[in-house]
């Protein structure tokens, strides 16, 4: 996650000995511990409820949008609806 190496790993170590000293160590250890499950926690809690609330949005929305009408005329005149696709027809030497 942190991407550390031996190395810099026991440098923090024997830092945190120094400033902590023996007796405060472990309880340090196992105060941070607790931080960061409880900051996965709320993290995991906070990306559930981001996809829940997207998915309700998702199946709420209406599956062909609203278009005013004054705005519908507009686009009609702007982009012409095509005309229906004529029929395919099989090719002369297919034909049978």
């Given amino acids: 996650m942190f991407n550390i190496s031996g190395m810099e790993l026991l440098i923090i170590v024997i830092i945190a000995l120094t400033v902590l000293g023996p007796e405060k160590l472990p309880e340090m ?39 005013s009408p004054p705005l519908a005329k507009d686009l009609e005149q702007i982009y012409p609806p095509s005309d229906p696709p004529a029929q395919a027809q099989p090719p002369n030497d297919l034909a049978g």
Avoid: C, N
């Fill in 29 to 67: 250890a196992r105060t941070m511990g607790r931080l960061q499950r409880e900051a996965l926690r709320v993290m995991r809690t906070f990306y559930y409820e981001i996809e829940r609330a997207d998915r309700d949005e998702w199946r709420r929305a209406p599956s062909k949008p609203h278009v």
